[in-house]
């Protein structure tokens, strides 16, 4: 479907900036797509600390 390709192409997309290191990345935001009516837009998100996969000291070992 076409909402595939979009998607696939914005992933790709946010890769390429991360391993450049250019421009704004989607990290710490979700991406919401509404195929019907065409909008995107983005939500911030923040971590849980009490959350065991995402707390800070957890990204930073698997970092490593």
Not at 18 to 39: E, F, Q, Y
């Amino acid at each position: 479907s076409p909402i595939v390709g979009i998607v696939a192409s914005i992933q790709a997309t946010e890769v390429i900036k991360l391993l450049l290191s250019i421009g704004t990345s989607l990290v710490g935001r979700l991406l919401l797509i509404d195929a019907k009516s065409m909008n995107i837009r983005t939500v911030a998100l923040s971590r849980d600390p009490q959350c065991t996969v995402c707390r800070k000291d957890n990204l930073q070992r698997i970092a490593r």
